[in-house]
C-alpha cells in the first residue's frame, strides 16, 4: 500500500508482477497463480485423505473383534460359573437324606444345564479293606449347549459315609 492510502481489505492487495504482465489484475478478489508451478496448497490430497480412511476402517475393524471377542469370553465365564454353582449346589446336598449307592445318576438343572454323577467307593492304600467309615468318590459331570458340541464342567469330591455291609456269600 501507498503512505496515503488507509484503505485496506481482499481486494486491494498490490500484485508484484509489473502491470500488463501475468494474467490477473492487482485487484482481484481470487488471484491466479502467474506461474505454471503453483505453491502447493496447505491440506490434504485426495490419495492421502484415502490412505487415512482405509486405516481407520482397519483399526475399527479390529477393535470390533477383539471386543467381539471379549464379550464371548465373558459368556463363556459366566456359563462356568453357572454351571459351578449348579455343581456346588448339587454336590452339597448328594446323599444327605439318603445313604451313599455307588453307582450313576443323572438329571437336568433347568433347560440349559444338565448333570451325571458318578459315584465310587475310594480308598487309600493304607486304609483296611473292612473299615466302619468309607469315603466315596463323587465326579460330577455339568454340561450345556448343543448336544453335538457341548460345554462340559468337571468337579470332584470326596464323601465320608458308613461303609456298605458286606453282603453275604451262598
Known sequence: MRA????????????????????????????????RRAPRANGFTLLEVIAAIALLAIAFTVLMRVAGGSIR???NAADH????????????TAFTNEPVRPGSTSGRFDQRFRWQLNVAPWRPGSTPAQAPLQLYQLDLEVSWGPAVHPQVAHFRTLRLAAAEPAQAQP
Not at 481489505?9 to 497463480?33: E, T, V
Not at 460359573?81 to 456346588?88: D, G, H, I, N, T
Open 4 to 35: 496515503g492510502n488507509r484503505e485496506s481489505g481482499i481486494g486491494n492487495r498490490q500484485s508484484k508482477l509489473p502491470r500488463g504482465r501475468g494474467c490477473c489484475s492487482s485487484h482481484s478478489l481470487f488471484p491466479i497463480p502467474h506461474s
Open 73 to 75: 469370553l465373558s459368556e
Open 81 to 92: 460359573s453357572e454351571a459351578a454353582l449348579w455343581a456346588r449346589s448339587l454336590l452339597d
